[in-house]
């Protein structure tokens, strides 16, 4: 008998046991359960405490409760309250921290998460974002959107005072989002950000870093000298990083995370006035 199997008899011996069991459905309610095979232990253990809880439910409620209602989230009891570190939480506190600390009336960003860094600072000045897809935020008047590319933005020469692009450029290239094979996409992408980049303006770059290689096709490791050098019009003004440990690391030196694994190489460049 296959893991899957032997967990799907199991819950329905319990729910059989319990007078709840509606077969119909069930192979739609256990599928989210079921297909990460990785999770199959803690959830064929937390099944009898499901069984229990919903038989206790019932007894104390008088309600009669229906399977094809039911949602289990049988690994949540044993969950952290989340995660304080790793490239995404530390990046975008530290670039939305540098917005906040600039007072600029808009901020431009290139395809950084919306639901983080995009959120972040739309809640203290205004966000142009610019990304490949279309985005809808509606109700969120802080938030306007345009169509773009990172290889070719609609923007003019030196023409945008704050600008971001994290996580972002080291997938350019390899066609993981649709976009044409380019061995050269993520120095592209720089050239292209720096560009835009107006005297005395700001420019915040998120990207991994360390031993230089393409993770086909998911995304490109780049050496923080590389980064640095492709971007001589800017002068870097500050670089931090999030270790392999995920912590991150203020005011590093760039040579410390060459031989880094996957670290989040954190920029601040600007254009001198």
Known sequence: MSATAGLRRALKSGLRAAGMLDVARLGVQLSALVL??????????????????W???????????????????????????????????????????????????????????VDGFVAHVAAFTDVLYVDLRPLEAKGHPHIKARVGTVLALPFDDRSVRSLSCLHVIEHIGLGRYGDPLDPGGSLKALKELQRVVAAGG??????????ERVCFNAHRVLSPGAVVRALGELDLVEFSAVDDTGDLVRDAATADFERADYACGLFHFTRRS
Request: glycine content about 10%; aromatic content about 10%.
């Open 36 to 53: 990460d095979l990785r999770r199959l232990p803690s959830t064929a253990a937390a099944l009898p405490w499901f069984v229990r809880s």
């Open 55 to 113: 038989r206790e439910y019932e007894s104390l409620s008088g309600d009669d409760l229906r399977l094809r209602h039911a949602q289990p989230c049988l690994d949540d009891r044993g969950d952290s309250a989340g995660s304080a570190k790793g490239h995404y939480f530390h990046q975008d506190l530290w670039a939305a921290r540098k917005v906040h600390a600039a007072g600029v009336a808009e901020h431009v960003d290139v395809g950084s998460r």
């Open 202 to 211: 700001d420019f915040y770059l998120g990207v991994p870093v360390g031993r």
